[in-house]
């Protein structure tokens, strides 16, 4: 029996695996190709692709992509005029093209592909124009974040006036756009309990066609390590809004307020993947990084290898959607994540004080902090329950498969 063709539209090149959106997109392209045969597209800047294309197609993997530069500011003037009048938010504009959608409609139709699987739903335009011309098309769309939250947000959150109006004003957008995208899909998979109910409650309509599927996560270590030191290490880039708005609000209304207590403990924060003079901008009006007790460790090669290092992990979302990488990427390396609750409602598998540690306010930090540094018994159980969480609920077997049997049961119909 031939193999059933995929196509794979991803929002950028999953290659390398660097980042956790990379990450997350590399190994569900891998682990899908052992039920399919994957033809995978992205949008990536002139010269960016040619690595990635080499390397997926040593693994019998099919690479298409256009040359086009998706990067940008979160509020970008251009974008926002062209965007008067546009259905599409501007923030989901700059992924498409007319090039594009000719281009995959010609693979689909040469390759006879029926599955289209979708990530992200500013990619999900390509999936709409292929069922405008192949109505009988079965669309899978894979919800990594439900995007108008994100704008939903940040409107609340920041004090701009005119951002609030920006954010209103393509709240609307992302919001309609979503639920539409939603009714054109076969099937959905979100990534978080949370966003699952945020989504059919919106749209009970889609109930039947929704699941909850978790990322995988690739375990490395079954055991849980002694350090000895009490540090935290926060693996974020802060260039993108979410953690710039959720590292700020934990700095002054958490780490600011227990500074001095920290301090005499000689406990620090360990930032990874950004350079110093950008961490060193983003914290000026703070303070230094020294007096702030926070280091700046840059880029690292091995970020389970860096985890391991330190004693606890932080996840201070206060925007998002879906589970953070950061999360998971503790847990599998047996570090108690000190998580908000954004962060714990996203799972039904996530209790407190049993594989994650919740925090709300200045007071709940730092009393949780002190019980585990006084009860290491507490420590080693969460650190445990955390390894034991990711083994059993994620898994890219698990995801790969999950997909492949709701494919087959539609077939059946």
């Known amino acids: 029996m031939m193999t059933e063709r995929l196509l794979y539209i991803s929002s950028q090149c999953p290659y390398p695996a660097t980042d956790g959106g990379k990450i ?12 399919f045969r994957i033809y995978l597209f992205f949008p990536a800047k002139k010269g960016k692709a040619e690595e990635a294309k080499e390397h997926f197609r040593s693994l019998g993997i099919n690479v298409y992509h256009i040359d086009k530069q998706t990067i940008g500011k979160w509020i ?20 498409y093209s007319k090039e594009a959608l000719l281009y995959i409609n010609k693979l689909v139709f040469d ?16 999936a709409a124009g292929i069922k405008r011309i192949k109505p009988d098309a079965i669309v899978f769309f894979r919800e990594h974040n439900i995007e108008y939250t994100l704008v939903e947000q940040f409107g609340k959150l920041t004090r701009n006036p005119i951002m609030k109006k920006i954010a209103e004003w393509q709240l609307k957008k992302s919001k309609a756009k979503e639920v539409d995208y939603w009714r054109i899909a076969n099937r959905i998979f979100y990534m978080s309990d949370y966003d699952y109910k945020i989504a059919t409650s919106l749209a009970p309509e889609i109930k039947d066609k929704s699941k909850v599927l978790y990322e995988g996560f ?5 055991n849980v390590e002694s350090v000895n030191n009490s540090d935290f290490i926060y693996t974020a880039n802060l260039r993108i809004i979410q953690n710039d708005l959720s590292f700020n609000w934990f700095i002054e209304k958490i780490w600011l307020p227990n500074l001095r207590f920290f301090k005499k403990l000689n406990v620090h924060i360990n930032i990874t993947g950004n350079d110093t003079e950008f961490v060193k901008s983003k914290l000026r009006r703070l303070g230094s990084l020294e007096t702030l007790n926070i280091r700046n460790i840059g880029f690292v090669q091995d970020i389970d290898k860096e ?21 998971l990427n503790g847990m599998a390396c047996g570090k108690p994540v000190f998580a908000t609750p954004l962060d714990l409602k996203t799972s ?6 049993e594989n994650i540690v919740c925090f709300e306010d200045a007071k709940s930090f730092v009393d949780k902090f002190q019980l585990l540094e006084t009860e290491p018994t507490i420590y080693r159980n969460i650190c445990q329950n955390a390894l034991n969480t990711i083994r059993k609920y994620f898994s890219w077997e698990k995801y790969a498969e999950t997909i492949h ?3 087959t049961s539609l077939l059946r119909v």
């Open 218 to 222: 690739n375990m490395k270590f079954s």
């Open 111 to 126: 390759h006879n592909i029926r599955l289209i699987f979708v990530n992200f739903p500013h990619m999900m335009s390509y």
């Open 348 to 353: 039904n598998v996530f209790t407190d004080m």
């Open 76 to 95: 970008d003037l251009k974008f926002l005029l062209l965007n008067i009048g546009d259905p599409l938010p501007f923030k989901w504009r700059k992924y």
């Open 24 to 35: 997350s997109l590399y190994y569900s392209v891998t682990n899908l190709s052992k039920y």
């Open 307 to 327: 985890i391991r290092k330190y004693k606890y992990v932080l996840s201070p979302t206060v925007i998002g959607s879906g589970i953070r990488l950061k999360v």
């Open 405 to 407: 049997n709701e494919f």
